[in-house]
C-alpha cells in the first residue's frame, strides 16, 4: 500500500516498446474505461446538465441554461466553500508536520520495527471511519483527561483567542474539526511519505555530513528534495477527501464550522434543491481540480497513477 | 560431441531500425556450428539487438536468420530452438531453482524434466541448491544457473547477452575458464555478446567486431590482433601505436620502403591495402624493442615509465612529438629512465598497414586506452 | 538531557503512532461500557454484554451483512477492471496513454460529495432507483483508481527480462503470463483487492447519496445511530474490524517476510 500512494506522485517513464500485438493494451483498457466512462464521466455530464435545469421534484425538471444559478449559488455558500478549503489546507499542513517525523523514523531508524509501525499505521486505517470520529468525541468531551490537560495548562485561553473554541468545551468546535480531519487523512500523508523516505540511500546523508551541512542542513537540501514525491502524493491525498469530507465537521463540529460537503448533501436530500446543490457540486470540483492540478504543475511531477 | 547436427547460424541481410535511429545495419554473418563466437564492440554498437532478434525477442527490420537451411525469422520466441544467458540472469525470483530450471523442458511437456534439471545444475555443481530460491544465491551461482536453465533445453544455439557483467574480476575468469569447458561438453553453438575484448579473445574461437550498428572484422583472436582491418579494430583489441607514412617504393625482399616523417622505414609489402600509399604504419607496443635490435630505427626520449611486474611500459616521444607505447619484458635487459633518450627499433612485417583516411582514434575511448 | 536530545525523533514518532492509535483503543475500551443514557460517550460501568450479544441492536447484523455483500462484489469487479488497466499501463505502450492515466487520476481527484451526487443525478436522470446496486457501481467506481494504481506500481517494477526469459525457454505468452506475470504481480494485485473492499465497507458519503431505506449500509447505520445515540454493539464492531484488520496486515506481513527470508 505504501508502494500505491507513493507511486500517485512519482514520475515515470513508460514502458519499453514492445514488439507486435498491438491491440493487446487495448483490450486490456476497454472494460475498465468503459466503466469509467459510464459512471464517472457521464454522471460529470448530467451533473452539469442538472445545474442547468429549472424545476422541482415532484413536477420535474427542463433544461434552461440557467447559468445564472452559478453566480447566485455562489454567492450565497462562498463561506462554506472557503471554510473548507481552509479546514482541507490546515489538515493538511498539520498532517504534514506530525507525518514526516514517523515516516522518518520508520524507514531510516525503526530497523526491525520497521514492519510492527507498519503494521500499526496501517491497520487503524482499515477501521471505520466514522467510530473512530465517533471516539474522538469520547476523547474531548468535558471532563475527559485530555480536556483536563488543556485546561490546568491554561491552552484552552489560547485556542479560545484563536478562535478555535468557546468556553472551555473542546468539542463542538473548529479545534475539534481540524483536529479529526488531521487525524484522518493522516495514513494517507504517512504512507506516500514513507515509501518516498524509504528509499533514500543512508549513505547520502552519510556523504552531506561529511561535506559539512549541519543536521538541519542536510534535512533541508538533501532528504527533502529527495522526499518531494512522498510530500506531493501525501499532500494531495489528504487535502482531495478533506476539503469534500463533512464527517468530521457533522460529528466533532457546531453550526459555525458547517463544511460543504454538508450543504450539497443536505442540498440534495433533504432541500431536494437538484439544480443548486449540482450546481455547487460542480463549483467544487472545479476548484479542487485547478488547485490541484495547479499545484501538481508547481511541483513537476508529470504522470500521475 | 553434437548430438543434433543442426547446421551453422547464418544472419542475411539483417537490419533493425528504431524510430530514431538504426541499432544494425543490414549485415551478413555466419557462424558455425558448435563454436564459441564472440560478439564484440563497444555498448550500442547493436550487438545486443543482433543478439535479441536471434533470440527471437526482437523483430528485424530487414533481412533473414537461419540455422541449417531453416528460416526461423518468423519463428516466435518460444517456439525457437535458441535459448537464452540474460544480462543478470532473469531468474524467476517466485520459483525454486530447480523449477527455475525446468522450466523450460516442461513447457514442452518432457516428462523427465525434473531428473534432468537436476542433472543440469549438478553440471554446473549447483545440485545442492535445487530447492532454494535465486536470490539467496551469490552472483556467481546465479550465473551459473541461468546457464544451466538455457542449456538444459539443448538449444541448437545458446545466446550469453554479458553474462559476466556483473561478477567480480576474480570470479570473472573462474567463469570464463567454466563456460569454456561446458561449451566443450555440451557442443553447442554459443553466442556471446561482451564489450569486453579480453574476454572475448580468451574464450571464443572467433570473434566478430561490430561498431556503430556495423561488422567491422570477423576472424580469430589472433587474426583481429595481428591484422585489424580497421583503425576501430586496432584501436579496440589491445593498444596499438599508428605511425602516419606515405609508401614510396620497392625494396625488395618483399618489402617496401616507406616515409615517416622524414625517416626511411621499412614495411612488408603483402601488408600494403591495395592502391593505398597515404597509411597508418600500426606497430603494438610489445613488438617495438629498446635499442638497436631491428631494421626499423627511431630515436626518441622516454616521459613516462610504469612497471607492471612481467613487463614495463614506456611511453616515447619521437623527434616530431608522437608520443608510442612501448612495452618491455622485465627478462634482464637494462631498463630506461624517464627523460632518457633512447632507440627504438621494430622488425619490417611485424606491422599492420592501414588506409590512412580513417579516424586515427576509432575505438579509442571506449578501451580506456590513451596515448600519443 | 542528551538522552532525550538523542531520542527526539523517537518521542515525535511514538507519540504521532499513539495519536493514530488512541481512538481505537478508545473504542475497545468502551465497547465493554453499559452507557448510562442512549450514548455511549461516558464510562460508567463494566459490561461485555455487547460482546455477547453484537446483533442485540436491531438492523446493525443487516447493515453489516449488506456492506459485506457490497464491499465484495464491488472490490472483486475493482480489482478485475483495474487489474487489466494496470497491465495495460504498466506493460505496453499504446496511443492515448495520457488520456488514460487522466481518466484514472481525476475519480482520486473527486471529492466524494461531488462523486456521490454526480452519480446521484445520473441515476435519477436514467430512471434507476436508489438501492444497493447504484451503491455497489459507485463504490467500483472510486475503487477501480486505487486498485490501478496499487497493481500498476507492482507490474511496472517487475524486471521485463523475466517475461522475455520465460518466451525464451518456450513458454506461450499465455504460460507466460499465468506462470510468471501473474504471481510476480500478486502481492500488488492482493494489496489493491484488499484496499478496494476496506474503501467500499468505510464509505459514508457516497452511499448516502445513492442508498434507499431498504439499503442501509454499515457506515450509514453508524451515522445514522449517532444521531439518536449510540449503541455498544457499533464498538463492539469496531474492535472486531480492528482486530480483523490488524491480524490480516500481520499475516501478510509474516507472509511477505517469510518470502522474503527464504527467498
Redesign the interface.
Known sequence: MANMAVAVGGTEAPPPRRAGRNWVPYALLVPGLLFLAFFYAAPMVTLGSQSLQEGNVYDGYILTGNVGIYPETLSEYWPHLFRSLGYAASATFFGLILAYPLAYYMAQKAGRWKNIMLILVIAPFFTSFLIRTLAWRIILSDGGVVSDVVQASGFDHVLNFMGLTQGDTLLNSKFAVIAGLTYNFLPFMILPLFAALDRLDPRLMEAARDLYASGWQTFRRVIWPLSLPGVVAGTLLTFIPAAGDYINSRLLGNTQTVMIGQVIDSLFLRVLDFPKAAALSFILLVMIVALVGFYVRKAGTEELV | MAENPSGDLRLVQLSKEF?TFTAVHPLDLTIPQGEFFALLGPSGCGKTTTLRMV?????PTSGAIYIGDTDISEI????RN???V???Y?????MRILDNVA??LK??GDKNAMAKAQEALELVELGHTAKK????LSGGMQQRVALA??IV?RPDVLLLDEPLGALDLKLRRQMQIELKRIQADVGITFIHVTHDQEEAMTMADSVAVMNAGRLEQVGSPAELYDRPASTFVANFLGQSNLLTSRITGDAGEGLSSADCHGYPILVATENIPDGVSDVFVGVRPEKFRLGRHGRNQLKGTVTDDSFTGVATQYLVRLPWGFEVTVIQPNDGSPRAKVGENVDISWEPGSEFILDASQDEDAGMLDTGLRHG | MKWIKKHLLLFAALAVLGYLLLPNVVVAVFSFNSPRGRYNYEWNEFSAAAWLDPCGNPGICEALGLSLRIGLTASVVATILGTLVAFALGRHRFRGRSATNLLIFMPMATPEVVMGSSLLTLFVMAGMPSGSLNITIAHIVFCVSFVVVAVKARVSSLDPRLEEAAADLGANPLQTFLRVTLPLAAPGIAAGALLAFSLSFDDYIITNFNASPSSITFPMYVWGAAQRGTPVEIFVVGTVMFLVALSIVVIGQILSSRRERKA
Open positions: 524510430d533470440a527471437g525477442l526482437e523483430e516466435k520466441a518460444f517456439k535458441v535459448n537464452t540474460f544480462q543478470n532473469a531468474l524467476f525470483p517466485h522450466f523450460g513447457r514442452r530460491k535465486p536470490n539467496q536453465r538455457a533445453n
